[in-house]
């Protein structure tokens, strides 16, 4: 799957990941996708339900040996 950037958070338990998600995701624009690459156990109930709660969009996930890989579309700013 095509991406705009790529993060390793491989290594790092919950709740890095997902922190580092959500600090890179803010750096790009609307509509770029993040791959991310992960070995935390919890990382696949941790960004499915961020992306739930989120304006971006879970594309994609893949389990690659012990790796898991996500695909998150940047979402547009919330505006109140």
Not at 50 to 79: C, D, K, M, N, P
Request: glycine share 4%.
């Amino acid at each position: 799957m095509d991406y705009d950037e790529q993060l390793d958070v491989r290594g790092l338990n919950c709740p890095m990941p997902i922190l580092k998600t959500k600090r890179r995701l803010v750096t790009m624009t609307p509509g770029e996708v993040l791959w991310v690459r992960a070995t935390d156990p919890h990382a696949t109930v941790d960004f499915m339900a961020y992306t739930e709660r989120s304006e971006h969009e879970l594309l994609a996930q893949e389990e690659v040996g012990e790796e898991l890989q996500f695909w998150i579309r940047r979402g547009q700013e919330r505006r109140d």
